[in-house]
């Protein structure tokens, strides 16, 4: 997209202006359910999923081409002892991504999804969000930009994942500004944060959202200053994915705060995204709840990487596979639900 004034007056247009449902696509998805050889609403949220895949990519319900991406950042707010792993396992797992070995790889494989890994400026940490913005908003503007060429490559249904050490402080503190409640509401161990570590991640969440308090009203503003490089790409993806009919799944606690800047900037940008999994971080719930959104799969993960919506693309896949493959009544010769059959003695 080109760029004009001031960086975010792209994404405001953008946002202002959101594609809506395919409504020939998703009347003819309800059609056909019905004459599929089942009884009626027996295949339950695998229908609806149907139906939303129908609305979203404009076509009958097919996902051939899934993608799992990674968007990788490393953040300023680290240096505060907020979690027990160094910075430096971000860039370790981005190797560890590409050369097959992390819990991601083997469910793309198990599920023959696509992946891509995007680093972001891995050697230069965003600001520290405690006490400046964690990005300009020419990087802000310019990392969504990049995020929403994530696509490119071309796919029918986008897993969005994420790594980041530090992330989980992050994405706690954008929940804080969108939502409100305590610091406690939002944040959770992460990979593994507790005691004296928690508290300072608390405080750090506190101090965060109170240094930059005149400037929340923004969504944009709210992920420029207390984001970081892969949430801003995690936003641009997702918005990318609406304009070009690409219906998403989003993975746990990091990639819902992502989306929850679009929630916020219009009510409707998310319609064309499901949750593929509630993530055992504690907020997380309470975040998708904000949504209005109920998560396709509850399996006690906390990983992140992809991990949950991945999982959940299987079923998405199985969804789409039922609508467009099995038979029909007619087709398969089998009656139809018609007057009961009276009563034999
Ligand atoms: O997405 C989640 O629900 C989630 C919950 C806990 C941890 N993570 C992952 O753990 C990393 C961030 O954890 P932390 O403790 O460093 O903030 C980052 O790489 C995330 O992908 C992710
Ligand atoms: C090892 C490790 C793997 C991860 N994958 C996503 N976040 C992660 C965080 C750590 C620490």
Redesign the pocket.
């Known amino acids: 997209m080109s760029m004009s004034g001031l960086p975010f007056d792209d994404f405001r247009a953008l946002l202002r202006e959101l594609p809506g449902p395919d409504t020939r696509a998703l009347v003819a998805a309800r059609e056909r359910d019905k004459q599929l050889t089942k009884p009626a609403g027996s295949l339950g949220r695998l229908e609806e999923i149907a139906f939303w895949l129908a609305a979203w990519s404009g076509r009958q319900p097919a996902v051939n081409r899934p993608l799992v991406a990674i968007f990788a950042g490393n953040h300023g707010v680290?240096r505060h002892g907020?979690?027990?792993?160094p910075p430096s396992v971000?860039q370790q797992?981005v190797e560890n991504f590409a050369a097959g070995g992390a819990a991601i790889n083997q469910i793309c494989a198990a599920y023959d999804l696509g992946l891509k890994i995007f680093d972001l400026a891995l050697d230069y940490p965003t600001g520290d969000i405690t006490s400046e913005a964690a990005l300009s908003e020419r990087d802000c503007a310019a990392t969504m930009a990049f995020g929403m060429e994530a696509i490119a490559g071309g796919t029918d249904l986008l897993c969005i994942g994420?790594?980041?050490?530090?992330?989980?402080?992050v994405a706690a503190a954008i929940n804080l500004a969108l939502y409100g409640g305590e610091a406690e509401d939002w944040v959770g161990?992460?990979?593994?944060?507790h005691g004296e570590m928690l508290e300072r991640k608390i405080a750090a969440v506190k101090q965060a959202v109170a240094f930059h308090k005149d400037h929340l009203s923004d969504p944009l503003e709210v992920l420029r200053r207390l984001g970081g490089r892969e949430v801003a790409a995690m936003a641009g993806a997702i918005l990318a994915c609406r304009v070009e009919k690409i219906p998403v799944l989003i993975?746990?606690?990091?990639?819902t705060a992502a989306a929850s800047i679009l929630k916020a900037a219009n009510p409707a940008a998310l319609d064309h995204c499901l949750i593929g999994h509630v993530?055992a971080?504690p907020g997380?719930l309470r975040a998708i709840e904000k949504l209005g959104k109920t998560p396709l799969l509850a399996l006690g993960m906390?990983?992140?990487?992809g991990t949950g919506a991945a999982l959940a693309a299987g079923i998405v896949k199985a969804a789409a596979a039922c609508h467009s493959g099995m038979a029909t009544f007619a087709q398969a010769g089998v009656t139809t639900a018609g007057q009961p059959v009276p009563h034999q003695h």
């Open positions: 680290a907020i979690t027990p792993y971000t797992m994420e790594m980041g050490i530090g992330n989980t402080t161990p992460g990979t593994g944060s993975d746990g606690y990091v990639a993530s971080e997380h906390r990983l992140g990487e």
